[in-house]
């Protein structure tokens, strides 16, 4: 039998060996290591900030198919990487986030699929200057079979400006969302921009694209807002023709219900990151089940 001592050198040699063996997979002891993960896309988003509001729209819109009625839809199968999802009509260059990410899955391959989007658009967001989401750990995979319908997102215009906002309503609160998260979901818009190629619509809603701010509001409070006149469908520009508003966007300082609201966040930047801040992890979680508060930055 080994004694207490040389049972002690075996392990302190076993240690040494370990410590100059090969690199230990990018695997935590209890599983994926979503700090490092986080760390990955940031950097992906600093090289290339023009990613960071595709990733976000990436989480959002793998999130947003929920139906609380139906009992299904929502981020947990991680169903947008298969091109029947990718091919709805909201989804329109997404394909290229799914892409972006395929790296790090395999550098990471004991993370799923659900949990990388949404994961990926909250560090996106972070690496963008905004708020820090709580993120949690644990989604599985699902097959093909559950993809959702098309059509389970918002539409930007129904046409008139009482039935957008119904429309709004209507799919937000399938997903179990009030007034007040509408518009606090909204803030996002501060990123990113629309394309002919994607969307149909053209151009950014805010002149820094690729920060996360509070001007969205600002912008829709204070600017004068008109109908552009192009051959695309319908959209507004300011007074530069440089930023756009969708319909959907016009609406929330048209409604007086979700008014208010706008007002406060064009006012508040503390305010709009907390209440989107909870807004977007309430969406992350929709139809999800069993998962651990987690730790990324």
């Avoid at 989480?59 to 929502?74: E, V």
């Avoid at 708020?131 to 129904?158: C, F, S, Y």
């Avoid at 695309?232 to 609201?261: A, C, N, R, T």
Wanted: glycine share 12%.
């Amino acid at each position: 039998p080994v004694s207490r001592r040389g049972a002690l050198a075996l392990a302190a040699i076993a240690a040494a060996t370990c410590a100059a063996g090969p690199a230990p997979p990018a695997v935590a002891a209890d599983g994926p290591d979503y700090k490092a993960v986080a760390k990955d896309v940031m950097d992906l988003v600093r090289k290339d900030p023009d990613k960071g509001p595709t990733l976000v729209r990436l989480a959002w819109h793998s999130s947003g198919t929920y139906d609380k009625a139906q009992k299904d839809g929502g981020s947990g199968p991680g169903t947008i990487r298969f091109k029947k999802e990718l091919g709805h009509g909201a989804n329109a260059g997404l394909d290229k986030a799914v892409d972006w990410l395929e790296p790090l899955k395999k550098k990471y391959p004991d993370i799923s699929y659900a949990d990388l989007y949404t994961l990926g658009g909250c560090a996106a967001i972070v690496a963008m200057g905004g708020p820090q989401i709580p993120w949690k750990a644990g989604r599985v995979d699902g097959g093909e079979d559950l993809v959702t319908p098309d059509g389970r997102l918002p539409a930007a215009d129904k046409g008139a400006p009482k039935a957008t906002a119904a429309g709004l309503r209507e799919v937000f609160g399938r997903m179990g969302f009030n007034d007040q998260e509408i518009v606090a979901l909204s803030g996002a818009h501060a990123l990113g921009r629309c394309h002919p190629d994607a969307s149909g619509y053209d151009g950014p809603w805010t002149p820094t694209p690729t920060l996360f701010t509070n001007g969205y509001f600002a912008l829709l409070d204070n600017v004068k807002w008109t109908p552009k006149q192009w051959s695309g469908p319908f959209q507004y520009e300011d007074p530069s023709g440089k930023l756009m508003m969708l319909p959907s966007d016009l609406v929330l300082i048209e409604d007086p219900k979700f008014k208010p609201f706008v007002d406060k966040y064009a006012k508040d930047k503390d305010l709009f990151f907390k209440d989107f801040s909870k807004a977007f992890a309430k969406l992350l979680e929709l139809g999800t089940s069993g998962l651990t508060p987690t730790e990324y930055v």
